[in-house]
């Protein structure tokens, strides 16, 4: 049985793993952390981490980037792995991310849905046979209205994922309102949809002479990103100090 903190319990992810959890008999939450005890979720609820004392083997965080610092100490003084699920992380805390990792377990991905990670090595090794055959990359992202950021972090994946298995000869562009002129053997375009209630769709498009080939991710809940934690958490229980990604989750399943 793999005992579980999860920090930031009382959020809409905090309360959607701690659903599925209880559902699973592999895996219980023995702890929650967050700023007011206010449910009754099934477990002790600790409104400060360090008053938290409860043996575990894991922690999920689904909480918010001012609290990752004190999280990630946190783990390091305790020797506890972290799934570490907040976005929106500056340059200075994803060092410490890092720093981190040398001392603790830290799994940490642009994406934490199992069906996005496996996309993420498709379209490499797609990659490798159609780009390399004069195949045109396009990824078409499309999210709610109220999502701020754009390209999203996970189209953003998927273009790294392409680019690397090309020796990063490629360049992105977002927007080809301004340009007059064809496109270039060396882009990967990038385009943004903004609206309604869509929880996430990403279509990855290899468009050759005569031919197109599109892999296509559809979210229809946030608990996709829910269960990768999940599974996350168990792979990551007594693992040693590292910087893990969701792709070592899938592989190990392989």
Partial sequence: ?????????????????????????DIEIVAGIDLVDNRDNGYPVFTDIW???????AVIDFCTAK?????LEYCVKRQIPVVLCTTGLTEEQLKKVEEA?????????????????????LVKEAARTLATSGFDVEIVEKHHRLKVDAPSGTALALADSINESMDNAYRYVYDRSQMRQKRDDKEIGISSVRGGTIVGE?????????E???????????AIFGKGAVQ???????????????SDVIDAQN
């Fill in 202 to 210: 990403h279509d990855v498009i290899f468009a050759g002479a005569d």
């Fill in 1 to 25: 049985m793999v005992r579980v903190i999860m920090h930031g319990c009382n959020g809409h992810m905090g309360q959607v793993i701690t659903g599925l959890i209880k559902e699973d008999p």
């Fill in 101 to 121: 990792s040398k001392k603790v377990a830290v799994l940490k991905s642009a994406n934490m849905s199992l069906g996005v990670n496996l996309l993420l090595k």
């Fill in 51 to 57: 008053s938290c004392d409860t043996e575990a083997d």
């Fill in 67 to 71: 609290a990752t610092d004190n999280l």
């Fill in 232 to 246: 996350a958490a168990k792979f990551l229980a007594g693992k040693g100090p590292g910087w893990y990604q969701m």
């Fill in 212 to 222: 197109v080939v599109t892999f296509q991710h559809t979210a229809y809940s946030k």
